[in-house]
Structure formats: structure tokens, C-alpha cells
């Protein structure tokens, strides 16, 4: 599938490319845990396969908030010594593969110019995140009920919000890329603040667990904690939660991270469990 000029662009059995490759950097930090849990060195090799098909695939997406996403994912695991040779593998493998297919390295650097020229179509994609957020932001200003609770669910295509572009034309403005914009108009801020209450707590409560767990269960926290982070920066991104697949995806790993103590191998984080390498 291609558009604005990036050629073929995967989503896999998703609706759109930037939908997969959130999915895929959701993934990630997951697949880091299933290594360090793995048993025989065949199924380390096959997930470390695992990891380099996620990145290629995320790659071929051409959409450069999931590639973001997918650093973000791997962060967290710099400041944690088990996992820290984790990211300089694939540190290693993302130089090797620029220096070895110079095309690769040629997309990025295209990808980032055309972002930053003014004149060019993926600038203007990259501008309209933050162009909805104005949208949103005027919309309820108008009117402090509005602006407490919005105009409802679902709405958004019923506002008649429309865009002047740079050659004067008038366009209506339907596709709602980035929740956060979305959720603003549809619920105002009380309901935004809710929402991501609800969505930052287990993240918090993961990455406290994170300190407290040991052995795999540290990795294990660590693991939802960078999964949680790659959604909540996604919807900055797109209408990730709206679309459903990750948004049940995310509720899982939530649950999971709240009631970690309750199920956690290691009773209340007693005893240090070997970490297999």
C-alpha cells in the first residue's frame, strides 16, 4: 500500500501501516522477557529471528511515529545491566544494516527531510497531529460546559471542522490521527484526565513493581512498563485506542500490571530468581 510517496508500505492485518507498527513496538519490549525466560539456545535464536522480523517489518511500515515508538520501547532497558546488552545488540544490527544496505540508511534521512520541508506532503502529515490538537482546543473553548465535559462521543465527523490549505482550497477535517485531540472534543478535559489517569497508573505501578520484582519478574515489569509507553505515545500518533485491537491489547497488559503481586512467582518480591542469559 502506498501513499504521500513512501512507496509500499505493510500493515499486515491491520486497517492502516501505523497500526501495525505500533503493534509490533507494543511487542518488543514483550519478546525481550520471552528471551530471558528461554530455556534452550534454540529458543533464544528464534526469538532474537523474532526481534529482527519486528524491526524489519516496522521498517517496511514506513511510519515514522511507530519507528519512534520502537525506541521508546527499548529504552527503559538501557537502565537495566541483564537487559542493557539487549539494546546494543540491536543498536549494533541497526548500524550494521545502514552500513550494509546504504538504502535503508537513504530512507531515513529522506524520511526526515521531507518531515521537515515545509513544502513537502509528509511535513504537512507531521503538522496535522498538532493542528487537530488546536482544532479540539478551540472547539471546546467556545463554551465552559464544553470545555468540562465536550460534545460527546463519536462526534468529531458531526462538527463540520474544516482546514484552509496552503492553496486556499476548504477541506473537511474527518480523520481524527491522534486520541488525545479526539478524546479532548469528544469528552473535554475532565474526561481526557480521566482517561489517562487510567491509562498512566498501571504504567506507574509496572515500573515501581520493576524496582521491587527480581530476577525475570523485574524484566517482566519492565516489559509491560515500555509496552504501556509505546500506547500512550501512540496516541499522539493516531487513533490508536479508538481502533480497538491495541486498545483491548492494552487493558490486558494494565490488568496484568496491576495484579502483578497477586500472581507473581516470586511471593511479594522475596527471593532472587536466576535471570537465564
Same mark, same amino acid.
Request: net charge positive; proline share 5%.
Given at each position: 500500500?502506498?501513499?504521500?510517496?513512501?512507496?509500499?508500505?505493510?500493515?499486515?492485518?491491520?486497517?492502516?501501516?501505523?497500526?501495525?507498527?505500533?503493534?509490533?513496538?507494543?511487542?518488543?519490549?514483550?519478546?525481550?522477557?520471552?528471551?530471558?525466560?528461554?530455556?534452550?539456545?534454540?529458543?533464544?535464536?528464534?526469538?532474537?529471528?523474532?526481534?529482527?522480523?519486528?524491526?524489519?517489518?516496522?521498517?517496511?511500515?514506513?511510519?515514522?511515529?511507530?519507528?519512534?515508538?520502537?525506541?521508546?520501547?527499548?529504552?527503559?532497558?538501557?537502565?537495566?545491566?541483564?537487559?542493557?546488552? !539487549?539494546? %546494543?545488540?540491536?543498536? +549494533? $544490527?541497526?548500524?550494521? /544494516?545502514?552500513?550494509? @544496505?546504504?538504502?535503508?540508511?537513504?530512507?531515513?534521512?529522506?524520511?526526515?527531510?521531507?518531515?521537515?520541508?515545509?513544502?513537502?506532503?509528509?511535513?504537512?502529515?507531521?503538522?496535522?497531529?498538532?493542528?487537530?490538537?488546536?482544532?479540539?482546543?478551540?472547539?471546546?473553548?467556545?463554551?465552559?460546559?464544553?470545555?468540562?465535559?465536550?460534545?460527546?462521543?463519536?462526534?468529531?465527523?458531526?462538527?463540520?471542522?474544516?482546514?484552509?490549505?496552503?492553496?486556499?482550497?476548504?477541506?473537511?477535517?474527518?480523520?481524527?490521527?491522534?486520541?488525545?485531540?479526539?478524546?479532548?472534543?469528544?469528552?473535554?478535559?475532565?474526561?481526557? !484526565?480521566? %482517561?489517562?489517569?487510567? +491509562? $498512566?497508573?498501571?504504567? /506507574?505501578?509496572?515500573? @515501581?513493581?520493576?524496582?521491587?520484582?527480581?530476577?525475570?519478574?523485574?524484566?517482566?515489569?519492565?516489559?509491560?512498563?515500555?509496552?504501556?509507553?509505546?500506547?500512550?505515545?501512540?496516541?499522539?500518533?493516531?487513533?490508536?485506542?479508538?481502533?480497538?485491537?491495541?486498545?483491548?491489547?492494552?487493558?490486558?497488559?494494565?490488568?496484568?500490571?496491576?495484579?502483578?503481586?497477586?500472581?507473581?512467582?516470586?511471593?511479594?518480591?522475596?527471593?532472587?530468581?536466576?535471570?537465564?542469559?
Amino acid at each position: 500500500r502506498g501513499d504521500l510517496g513512501r512507496g509500499i508500505r505493510t500493515h499486515s492485518t491491520y486497517p492502516v501501516a501505523q497500526l501495525f507498527g505500533a503493534a509490533l513496538s507494543m511487542a518488543l519490549p514483550l519478546t525481550f522477557y520471552l528471551i530471558v525466560i528461554a530455556k534452550t539456545s534454540m529458543q533464544k535464536t528464534l526469538l532474537w529471528l523474532v526481534v529482527m522480523l519486528m524491526a524489519w517489518n516496522n521498517f517496511k511500515t514506513g511510519s515514522r511515529g511507530p519507528w519512534l515508538a520502537m525506541a521508546l520501547a527499548v529504552f527503559p532497558f538501557l537502565f537495566f545491566r541483564p537487559t542493557r546488552k !539487549f539494546v %546494543l545488540i540491536i543498536a +549494533l $544490527l541497526a548500524v550494521s /544494516v545502514c552500513i550494509i @544496505r546504504p538504502g535503508v540508511r537513504d530512507t531515513l534521512k529522506n524520511q526526515y527531510q521531507t518531515t521537515m520541508d515545509p513544502e513537502s506532503a509528509e511535513h504537512g502529515s507531521y503538522e496535522d497531529r498538532s493542528k487537530l490538537m488546536r482544532i479540539a482546543y478551540d472547539a471546546v473553548s467556545k463554551d465552559p460546559g464544553r470545555m468540562l465535559w465536550g460534545y460527546g462521543l463519536n462526534s468529531w465527523l458531526h462538527m463540520g471542522f474544516e482546514e484552509v490549505w496552503e492553496n486556499g482550497s476548504i477541506h473537511a477535517v474527518v480523520s481524527v490521527d491522534n486520541d488525545v485531540a479526539g478524546y479532548l472534543e469528544a469528552v473535554g478535559y475532565v474526561g481526557v !484526565f480521566i %482517561l489517562f489517569l487510567l +491509562l $498512566l497508573k498501571p504504567a /506507574v505501578v509496572a515500573l @515501581r513493581n520493576s524496582g521491587k520484582a527480581r530476577g525475570p519478574d523485574k524484566i517482566l515489569c519492565l516489559s509491560l512498563f515500555a509496552s504501556m509507553c509505546v500506547f500512550l505515545f501512540m496516541t499522539t500518533n493516531i487513533a490508536i485506542y479508538d481502533w480497538g485491537q491495541q486498545g483491548y491489547w492494552v487493558f490486558v497488559l494494565m490488568a496484568l500490571a496491576m495484579t502483578y503481586p497477586n500472581w507473581a512467582r516470586t511471593e511479594p518480591f522475596l527471593q532472587e530468581a536466576p535471570i537465564h542469559h
